[in-house]
């Protein structure tokens, strides 16, 4: 079997910007790009904020883009997932269906996935007026008002975020008390733009075409009411995708992937790169910047064990 120089888990922005350093590094990678080709930003539309596109982009045209620049220079993909991995020793090992890839480095890349309510008319909405990332979308809710559900740090940065722009911003919250920090609820809670509703869930997101309500139930009263909203923001958490890295890279107590010295983790020659490792800043910016870092450390790596 022929051993690879590297090998890519994710085609995100993390991913495909190593994938471009890689390939032009004529390391020849190949990425296993996952079953969500693209990643987050195949979720959403309008891309305001990566530098470059003055008039902003939909986000699966900036995601084609990178895999085009990286298939320029060589890169192979594979759109499928990783079912394993095997870290023991030299060389690397990746497992997909039905195939074992090996390499003498691997870039982790695998990013997270937001959680969400789960609701079909929130999936029906998203990025036409749900969104997960006060960050990314915040600017579009100029003199409109919002509704963020959560109860978290998260939850109550993203609900102050909001304030810049929105008219009004409603905290939707399961329990009659938040879990965020101190110093984030008394901000939050004395805001005069920041309003709560206690001890209530979102049942149904109102609206055809975008975001025009949500309906809350209050879980001790059962009592259902409208609150017209025109964006919610769903601030429950993000799942890192490292299952298949149990037992194999060392990861925190949250399940995202320890990051030591540059993008190198517990494990010669794995490195690793963007949301599956960043749960701060989270940006399609930040992890293309870490992906490039990861392929340049792979590079070093990789001259060593020539
Ligand atoms: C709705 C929405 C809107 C957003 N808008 C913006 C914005 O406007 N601007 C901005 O900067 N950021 C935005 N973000 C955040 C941004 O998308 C993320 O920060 C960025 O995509 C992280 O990149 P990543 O490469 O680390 O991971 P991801 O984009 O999460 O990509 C992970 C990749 O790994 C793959 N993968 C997962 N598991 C496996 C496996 N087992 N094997 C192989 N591959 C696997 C997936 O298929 C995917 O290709 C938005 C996010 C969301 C959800």
Same mark, same amino acid.
């Given at each position: 079997?022929?051993?690879?120089? $590297? $090998?890519? +888990? /994710?085609?995100?922005?993390?991913?495909?910007?190593?994938?471009?350093?890689?390939?032009?590094? #004529?390391?020849?990678?190949?990425?296993?790009?996952?079953?969500?080709?693209?990643?987050?930003?195949?979720?959403?539309?309008?891309?305001?904020?990566?530098?470059?596109?003055?008039?902003?982009?939909?986000?699966?045209?900036?995601?084609?883009?990178?895999?085009?620049?990286?298939?320029?220079?060589?890169?192979?993909?594979? #759109?499928?997932?990783? &079912?394993?991995?095997?870290?023991?020793?030299?060389? +690397?090992?990746?497992? !997909?269906?039905?195939?074992?890839?090996?390499?003498?480095?691997?870039?982790?890349?695998?990013?997270?996935?937001?959680?969400?309510?789960? +609701?079909?008319?929130?999936?029906?909405?998203?990025?036409?007026? $749900?969104?997960?990332?006060?960050?990314?979308?915040?600017?579009?809710?100029?003199?409109?008002?919002?509704?963020?559900?959560? /109860?978290?740090? &998260?939850?109550?940065?993203?609900?102050?975020?909001?304030?810049?722009?929105? !008219?009004?911003?409603?905290?939707?919250?399961?329990?009659?008390?938040?879990?965020?920090?101190?110093?984030?609820? #008394?901000?939050?809670?004395?805001?005069?733009?920041?309003?709560?509703?206690?001890?209530?869930?979102?049942?149904?997101?109102?609206?055809?075409?975008?975001?025009? /309500?949500?309906? !809350?139930?209050?879980?001790? &009263?059962?009592?259902?009411?409208?609150?017209?909203?025109?964006?919610?923001?769903?601030?429950?958490?993000?799942?890192?995708?490292?299952?298949?890295?149990?037992?194999?890279?060392?990861?925190?107590?949250?399940?995202?992937?320890?990051?030591?010295?540059?993008?190198?983790?517990? $494990?010669?020659?794995?490195?690793?790169?963007?949301?599956?490792?960043?749960?701060?800043?989270?940006?399609?910016? &930040?992890?293309?910047?870490?992906?490039?870092?990861?392929?340049?450390?792979?590079?070093?790596?990789?001259?060593?064990?020539?």
């Amino acid at each position: 079997m022929t051993v690879r120089n $590297v $090998v890519i +888990l /994710g085609s995100g922005p993390a991913g495909l910007t190593a994938a471009i350093y890689a390939a032009r590094a #004529d390391l020849q990678p190949l990425v296993i790009a996952g079953r969500q080709a693209g990643g987050q930003l195949m979720l959403t539309s309008e891309v305001e904020n990566f530098p470059g596109f003055p008039e902003g982009i939909m986000g699966p045209e900036l995601m084609d883009r990178m895999r085009r620049q990286a298939e320029r220079f060589g890169a192979e993909f594979v #759109d499928e997932d990783a &079912t394993a991995v095997d870290f023991r020793g030299a060389p +690397l090992a990746v497992m !997909t269906e039905g195939a074992r890839h090996e390499a003498r480095a691997v870039i982790v890349a695998t990013g997270a996935s937001a959680r969400w309510l789960g +609701l079909p008319s929130e999936a029906r909405l998203m990025g036409r007026g $749900v969104s997960s990332c006060a960050t990314c979308d915040g600017f579009f809710f100029r003199g409109k008002d919002v509704a963020v559900v959560g /109860g978290g740090d &998260t939850a109550m940065e993203e609900a102050l975020f909001l304030t810049k722009f929105a !008219t009004s911003v409603t905290v939707i919250h399961r329990r009659h008390e938040l879990r965020a920090s101190k110093i984030m609820q #008394d901000r939050a809670l004395q805001h005069p733009k920041i309003r709560f509703v206690w001890d209530s869930v979102v049942r149904d997101v109102l609206g055809a075409d975008h975001v025009e /309500g949500v309906v !809350t139930e209050n879980l001790k &009263t059962k009592e259902r009411s409208e609150i017209p909203v025109q964006g919610l923001f769903v601030a429950i958490g993000y799942n890192p995708n490292t299952e298949i890295f149990r037992g194999q890279l060392e990861l925190d107590e949250r399940g995202y992937v320890k990051i030591y010295d540059g993008s190198r983790t517990n $494990v010669e020659g794995v490195f690793v790169a963007g949301d599956v490792e960043d749960y701060h800043y989270r940006q399609a910016i &930040t992890a293309a910047g870490a992906g490039c870092r990861a392929a340049m450390d792979a590079e070093v790596f990789l001259e060593g064990v020539a």
